[in-house]
């Protein structure tokens, strides 16, 4: 396997074209490479059956995305056909604009806009396959430590959930019980609640009987007060912002210093509260040659990608309106996505390691 | 290492304290066993010894405790964790991350230990528990008993001076729980490690204890002693001390191996004087089928559950299903009441075939209870939770009473259910399926964490059924109430099944599925404690 590190440079050099990038051959040289790391190596791993899941999703948003564009967007000059027209009034405002021209150059945004998406959705299901979510954890910064921890188990405990809602379904079935309405839901949750929380309770116990926690803030609860009063307070100050910054079309000067204010406050808390849990972390991950190599691949890719958008940023956009022409391709920008399958060197020696 | 004087204590709801001026000294190196019947305070007790109780738990405590020279009542739980290694009952439910060797990390990490001597402590705990094997390993991949063997090094990487388990065997296989009482007792002799177990299944564990304690509940003082002298004492023994109590042998055997000259000595004996008789079989009619599973098939995931299993139960006949974890029992059970269908193969009921039927159709005559109660139980009393399965069923509510004075359940029909003990709430979970009076019963693995007692009244309860007609099959791993009450077992090994016949021959021709009084004679005559008494009263 390779190393946390290697995998959030590799989680970066995918994403970084798929972010700045909207030119559909790129999108899908990068989405071929990405499903092809993820077939040779992906596939070993325990977590495998989610990335399916990523992958219906993406295709469901990249259709829903197409069918938005084709249909209320009627710029282009190239007709394709023409629907029939239905326009949504609110008062004298058209709100909503269906049908009517439909044109090739829509349907060529749409679907560009849709590949990205299913790109970036992708690259997350990949990385989210390889990567070992506890390792990935311990790279954290230690005032967020604990807090993801906690939000690990809470995600660890949903397949459990979902495995003993079966379980209860199936108890209450051979009682006769069939499900008609909201209130024969009763019989499913009741157990699933109660079963859920004895199961919360012995893991924090096991959890403190092993010194998980927070020893020396405990001590003051006048300090734990003042703690949770700053958090609310940050927090508070972040909504605050993220309103006004949605209320108002242009950002005043007052909502970008609350917001960043807000959020300075919050960072220090925490940080004052992860300075109270002295915890180390066990590390024993191996920096092997191949991670190196992964490595310098990514990070020329990232290279070369930044260096095309900063000289011209419109170099990696493909814009098919007014007319629709064919994309550009740039064979090096292209090579330099070639490095997300970089990854895919170690594949024999990880299927051996699997095998075991 | 460990001391208490006059320890008191009652949850914060309750009056009636567990324990009650209860002493206690545990010598460092010892062995002790706690026993008692469930809802005694056993799991109270122990949870004292890192704090647990009362800094977990609230409630008032009265007295002192000094464990390894630290007062828990002090240092609460975190405090004590570097001191007192605690592992609980579910393996399912103690685990933190998701990977082996993380896992056995997590204890050290929060105690801020040196990254090089966390290194060397994962190295020295994989090996102690024979688990270096499993350090990649992802824990959901792993099978119960290796589950609890990591959850054991996951307090071991501390280096306490105590480990104190709570029934760490009472949701395994017999396989898996010898696994993690032998790895229990090499870290015993090998290490001098002071360990503190409680556990229901005493035939396992018994030699291995330097001194047992009896907590008899209710906060009445507790026994303490060499596991012979305790268990002259109590009632909740198993077999074999039931048969050398009842016969005198002494000194007590604690062991088969201890057992066998007093049982050659009785074989001879009955020999004798049973020469004489005759035997006299019932002569094998042969009874319509009620349950009939034809060549079936199912696999899910890839793997395949069940091969090709045939099996055919008459009327009011009892069948035991056994076999190691993964086998197919629960498979097949699922199979007979409708909740799984066969990917080749039929299912029929009653010379029908169940393709087709609803689950919550064939539940009306067939009983299948779920090896966990807890997914049964939802109601605010019992009442309202058997009412709830006679209306599903439509059926009349009410007209239960006699069922659950039977199952011993009278005092807490308006009671809510989740707060019963557990042997309480299996009964109730069995008694919501009961209520709707089907003609086959199906039990899944009903002994979990069950203690003798309760396991004597579950199979007298279940044979009375029998008697009155009802078809039983039950899946379980415990050969002792396979011995009390069923007439016919069926063995399953990969989906098959492997050997089937009657009780009395199947566990006189096995090592493994045999019980303690069948090993100790040798006879198909002798399976339980019942039949040497009757035998010799004769």
């Known amino acids: 396997m390779y190393h946390t590190v290697t995998w959030m440079l590799w989680l970066f050099a995918a994403l970084l074209p798929a972010m700045l990038t909207r030119n559909p051959l790129y999108l899908a040289t990068l989405l071929l490479a990405v499903a092809v790391a993820y077939n040779t190596i992906g596939r070993l791993s325990p977590m495998a059956s989610s990335w399916g899941v990523f992958l219906k999703a993406g295709l469901i948003l990249a259709t829903l995305s197409v069918l938005f564009n084709l249909l209320t967007v009627h710029y282009g000059d190239t007709v394709m056909f023409t629907l029939p027209r239905l326009t949504l009034h609110l008062g004298r405002l058209a709100i909503l604009d269906l049908g009517g021209q439909t044109t090739l150059e829509s349907l060529a945004y749409g679907l560009t806009s849709g590949l990205s998406l299913v790109a970036i959705l992708l690259i997350f299901a990949t990385f989210n396959v390889l990567v070992d979510h506890h390792r990935l954890l311990r790279r954290t910064p230690a005032f967020l430590y604990q807090t993801g921890m906690i939000t690990s188990i809470a995600v660890a405990f949903v397949p459990q959930m979902v495995s003993s809602l079966q379980e209860i379904r199936e108890a209450q079935a051979i009682r006769g019980h069939r499900f008609r309405g909201i209130r024969n839901l009763l019989p499913l949750f009741v157990p699933l609640l109660t079963t859920g929380l004895e199961r919360a309770i012995q893991l924090a116990e096991s959890m403190e009987a092993r010194g998980f926690g927070s020893v020396s803030t405990s001590r003051s609860k006048g300090r734990q007060t003042l703690q949770r009063v700053l958090i609310a307070t940050a927090l508070f100050g972040l909504l605050a912002a993220a309103f006004a910054r949605s209320y108002y079309s242009s950002v005043p000067l007052a909502s970008v210093l609350l917001a960043l204010g807000s959020a300075a406050l919050l960072v220090g808390t925490l940080m004052a509260i992860g300075r109270g849990v002295k915890r180390s972390r066990y590390h024993r991950e191996l920096w092997r040659r191949r991670d190196t190599l992964v490595s310098i691949a990514c990070f020329t890719s990232c290279a070369i990608t930044a260096g095309f958008w900063l000289r011209n940023p419109n170099a990696l956009f493909f814009y098919p309106y007014p007319r629709f022409s064919l994309p550009d391709f740039n064979a090096v920008i292209g090579l330099a996505l070639l490095a997300v399958v970089t990854p895919v060197l170690a594949a024999p020696k990880m299927r051996r390691h699997n095998s075991d | ?538």
């Open chain 2, 1 to 538: 290492m460990i001391e208490l004087r006059e320890v008191t204590y009652s949850y914060p709801d309750s009056e009636l304290p567990v324990l009650r001026n209860l002493c206690l000294e545990v010598a460092e190196g010892e062995f002790l066993l706690v026993i008692g019947a469930s809802g005694s305070g056993k799991s109270t007790l122990l949870r004292c010894f890192n704090g647990l109780v009362p800094h977990f738990y609230g409630g008032t405590f009265g007295g002192q405790i000094r464990v390894a020279g630290r007062d828990p009542l002090v240092e609460g739980p975190r405090g004590m964790s570097a001191a007192v290694g605690f592992v609980l009952q579910d393996p399912e439910s103690q685990f933190v991350v998701d990977s082996v060797e993380d896992e056995l990390a997590f204890a050290m990490e929060n105690h801020n230990l040196e990254p090089s001597v966390m290194r060397k402590r994962v190295e020295e705990v994989l090996d102690q528990l024979n688990i270096a094997h499993l350090r990649h390993r992802k824990i959901n991949t792993l099978s119960g008993g290796e589950k609890q063997r990591v959850a054991i090094g996951a307090v071991l990487s501390l280096q306490p001076e105590v480990l104190v388990l709570d029934e760490p065997t009472s949701q395994l296989d017999p396989q898996a729980a010898e696994e993690v009482l032998t790895t229990l007792q090499k870290l015993n002799s090998d290490l001098g490690l002071t360990i503190v177990l409680s556990e229901h299944r005493l035939e396992r564990v018994v030699q291995y204890a330097d001194r047992v304690m009896y907590l008899p509940g209710h906060g009445e003082s507790p026994l303490i002693g060499l596991p012979s002298q305790v268990l002259m004492q109590v009632d909740l023994v198993p077999p074999l001390i039931q048969v050398a109590k009842e016969l005198e042998w002494r000194p007590l055997p604690l062991t088969i191996k201890e057992g066998l000259p007093f049982a050659r000595h009785l074989s001879a004996y009955l020999q004798h004087k049973q020469d004489s008789e005759s035997n006299n079989h019932s002569p094998d009619m042969a009874p319509k089928a009620v349950v009939d599973v034809r060549d079936v098939w199912f696999s899910y995931n890839g793997h395949e559950a069940l091969t090709g299993l045939s099996l055919s139960v008459a009327q009011a006949e009892f069948v035991a299903l056994m076999g190691r974890n993964g086998s197919g029992k629960t498979t097949l059970l699922k199979h007979i009441v409708g909740l799984l269908r066969p990917d080749r193969g039929r299912v029929e009921l009653w010379g029908e075939n169940i393709r087709g039927r609803d689950v919550e159709d064939l539940a009306s005559r067939i009983g299948y209870v779920p090896q966990n109660p807890g997914s049964v139980l939802f109601a605010d009393t019992l009442r309202d939770e058997l009412d709830f399965t006679r209306r599903s069923h439509g059926l009349p509510t009410g007209g239960y009473d006699n069922l659950l004075q039977r199952l011993h359940l009278s005092d807490f029909a308006d009671s809510y259910p989740r707060d019963l003990s557990g042997g309480e709430r299996q009964r109730a979970a069995m008694a919501a399926i009961l209520v709707a009076d089907p003609d086959v019963i199906l039990l899944d693995e009903p002994t979990r964490g069950l203690d003798y007692e309760q396991k004597q009244s579950l199979a007298q309860f279940l044979r009375a059924l029998q008697g009155e007609g009802k078809t039983v099959l039950m899946s379980t791993h415990d050969v002792e109430l396979v011995a009390q009450c069923a007439d016919r077992v069926a063995i399953l090994g990969e989906g098959e099944i492997v050997v089937d016949g009657p009780t009395r021959e199947v566990m006189s021709n096995s090592m493994v599925f045999s019980s303690q009084i069948s090993k100790l004679f040798r006879d198909n005559r002798f399976i339980a404690v019942a039949d040497v008494l009757r035998a010799l009263e004769r």
